[in-house]
């Protein structure tokens, strides 16, 4: 392969403007997923949606999302992620949109058209983090892999911070579809910023000898970018099969379901439980929902940098993954007291530690980076995101039947607050020692990102 590394440049640092725009296009999915929270009581009113219903549609994306896991690792392992990722963008962009239009609908006809939409933009968006989790083990080195996977990861926090707000002054101010096509036209934005911007390292035109050097030196898989046409894919079901059966894996997989489950919450809903449990309006319900975003994603940047440090510091890598995870999990209960919160002030800062200590141990996209076998990162990270997501499909749909069946959140916080325990029981016990696996999968050519 033809190299298009810059002569004559100083050391340059492209890794960290690669990982600024994954991080933007991370946040814009989340703030796809956070759409519809905000959009809901508008939506609602509409489209005569009850809280079960409301469940499904937040369900509906998860299902797709899920179901597209595995296929989109394998289409990112034989093509790369800039010309599968960028696609990505550009059409889940253009499904939000159409979900604005649909509320042109009659009521019956709106449901099911922003159910099937919803539905196919879990789908468009399935590459998403299983490409991150493959950008950055090609662009970083070990030792820097904690901090820029706990950045992308915080992208579902800063989207929070950024989006709830903004998507609840835009639903207040101009109704609940111009919330889908403020997402589809900045997300047509972003897909031309990705396509200017992400390459593969050996690829970039602006990448200097050195960094190269820093990168592959340090263990990044640099030569792991892709493959070139015609040869094998790693998708195949024996390497499938082989990384389910690994315990550690099969902990790791279990760890970011439960891990999500807090996630999923967040983005599903909070703002609901704010508005409805609270008594909170839309634009007020969003700008609260932001303070617990914000402390998120300082635990989760907080996560990352804690990890690399006790790794530099002599510790081994299993201590230096786990320690901020379990740290973080427990902390993450406490969302049980807003149960017995009587004050909103108490509600939001038992929901920020929670939020807090979620990020703090959301160091899954650093493990999958730290453990996946040479070639087969993509659709490690896609099985890993694929179980993960199944939370997408159960969490919002088991809290609607509970919130239906008792009539308060009591139940679904404590639901939420048990999982983050049984994630500890994932990652640290079942788990066991951190490592990278290796296995043989087909061939693997030089291609493009």
Known sequence: ?????????????????????????????????????????????????????????????????????????????????????????????????????????????????????????????????????????????????????????????????????????????????????????????LALLWTRNVYDPRRHPRISASEIETIEGGGGLVLAAGRAPGAAAALTWRAVKALLRHRMLAGIYLGQYCVNTLTWFFLTWFPIYLSRARGLSVLKAGFAAALPAVCGGIGGVLGGVISDRLLRAGYSLSFARKAPIVAGMLLSVVMIGCIFARSQTVMLLLMSLSFFGKGIGSLGWTLIADTSPTGMVGVNGALFNLIGNISGVTTPVIIAYLVKTTGSFNDALLFVGATALLAIAGYVPIAGTIRRLELKPAPIAEGAL
């Open 1 to 189: 392969m033809q190299k298009a590394i810059a002569p004559g440049l100083q050391h340059t640092h492209l890794r960290w403007g690669i990982l600024a725009v994954i991080f933007a296009a991370s946040c814009l999915s989340y703030g796809d997923r956070i759409s519809l929270a905000l959009a809901g009581p508008g939506m609602a009113r509409d489209v005569s949606l009850g809280v079960v219903k409301i469940g499904y549609l937040f369900s509906a994306f998860s299902w797709a999302y899920v179901l597209g896991q595995v296929p989109a690792g394998g289409l990112l392992d034989r093509f790369g992620p800039r010309g599968v990722y960028g696609a990505s963008i550009a059409i889940f962009s253009l499904l939000a949109l159409f979900v604005g239009f649909s509320g042109l609908l009659s009521a019956g006809a709106a449901f099911a058209a922003i159910l099937a939409l919803r539905f196919l933009s879990g789908l468009a968006q399935s590459p998403i983090f299983p490409g991150n989790g493959r950008v950055v083990a090609a662009w970083f080195p070990t030792a820097e892999r904690g901090r820029a996977s706990a950045i992308f990861n915080a992208s579902q926090y800063f989207a929070l911070v950024v989006f709830a707000p903004l998507l609840g002054w835009i639903s207040h101010a101009a109704g609940w579809k111009s919330c889908f096509w403020f997402i589809g036209l900045f997300g047509f934005v």
